[in-house]
């Protein structure tokens, strides 16, 4: 079974969890603290609202039944939430006690991003959880970020326009791949998903509706996942056709006409679907059409298009 990838001495973490109530559903509460398990021991467990409130009855059961410390605070005014105040002098007396290691704060709230970076400032690791559509800037601040929809043995696929894009997921793989092979290593998955969430901290495979981070690999068709040793690592698929299939093919299409780069490239994918010009060490298509002998690529001033013909055999 794979070991989830986990903070560094995450069983001796203690964390402080302060839940904003007001802004975050009751049903997640039993995922949040079965996730926090992961990362160490809670030590703090703390929500906030004012649970007068008829919307937020279900939390006051829930407070019992996990032993969370309910922190009414009342509205007294409509235009001020004097709850997210109070957790904000809460969390600074917790920071200033040094009884803890990190903190998990839930919310959704934006106004809570520069809390977020001062607890960074002060060494605090910071697990933030809370809606997929959650700021960018607010997901970005965490030291990881975990979206709420998709805890448990939910079924929910994040909304993909608050997710990263599987494209670039698949580019930072490729990339730690090449890195691994030119130092003459493999890459391992889980040193992968590690420098994924250094660069997305709200990365997770389960925004994609996964929970594994081997059968999300597994089933990307660039990709490979190998086990030796008891270590899994991931290497890039071997081409099922070779370079000199792919030129004679370009060749066969330009032949009688000159053709667009950018519709010749599609012609090429549509023959070659796993085709990847970095595969062959270019980063860009045209480098690879232009160093295919007989072949030159010129731009069309009028269009500014990059058009291919193949050189008479008498120039």
Not at 7 to 18: D, H, P, Q, W
């Amino acid at each position: 079974m794979e070991r989830r990838i986990r903070m560094e001495n995450e069983s001796t973490n203690k964390i402080a969890l302060v839940i904003d109530a007001e802004n975050t559903s009751v049903k997640y509460l039993d995922d949040i603290l079965k996730e926090l398990r992961e990362y160490g021991i809670v030590t703090y467990k703390r929500m906030y609202g004012d649970f007068t409130d008829e919307y937020l009855k279900g939390w006051n059961q829930k407070a019992m039944d996990h032993a969370i410390v309910p922190i009414q605070q009342p509205r007294y005014s409509k235009l001020k939430n004097a709850s997210d105040i109070m957790m904000v002098i809460d969390v600074m007396d917790i920071l200033y006690s040094g009884n803890v290691d990190g903190f998990c704060i839930v919310s959704s709230d934006s106004d809570f991003t520069r809390l977020v970076n001062r607890l960074r400032e002060g060494g605090m690791m910071v697990i933030g959880m809370g809606r997929s559509d959650a700021s960018k800037t607010l997901k970005a601040a965490c030291t990881k970020y975990i979206i709420l929809e998709t805890l448990g043995e939910s079924e929910t696929i994040a909304d993909a326009s608050a997710i990263v894009a599987l494209a670039e997921i698949k580019s930072i793989i490729l990339e730690i791949i090449k890195q691994c092979e030119e130092n003459r290593e493999r890459a391992g998955l889980g040193g992968i998903k590690s420098q994924i969430q250094r660069i997305h901290t709200d990365f997770d495979e389960r925004n994609y509706g996964y929970n594994s981070m081997t059968t999300f690999v597994r089933d990307m068709k660039e990709f490979e996942v190998i086990t030796l040793n008891n270590a899994v690592y991931v290497e890039r698929k071997k081409n099922e056709y070779s370079r000199e299939e792919i030129e004679a093919f370009i060749l066969k299409s330009i032949a009688k006409n000159e053709m667009d780069l950018g519709k010749l490239g599609q012609k090429v994918h549509s023959k070659f679907a796993d085709f990847n010009h970095k595969d062959f060490g270019y980063s860009q298509f045209a480098r690879f059409v232009a160093n295919i002998p007989g072949v030159t690529i010129v731009e069309k001033s009028a269009s500014k298009k990059n058009v291919l013909y193949k050189e008479s055999e008498s120039s």
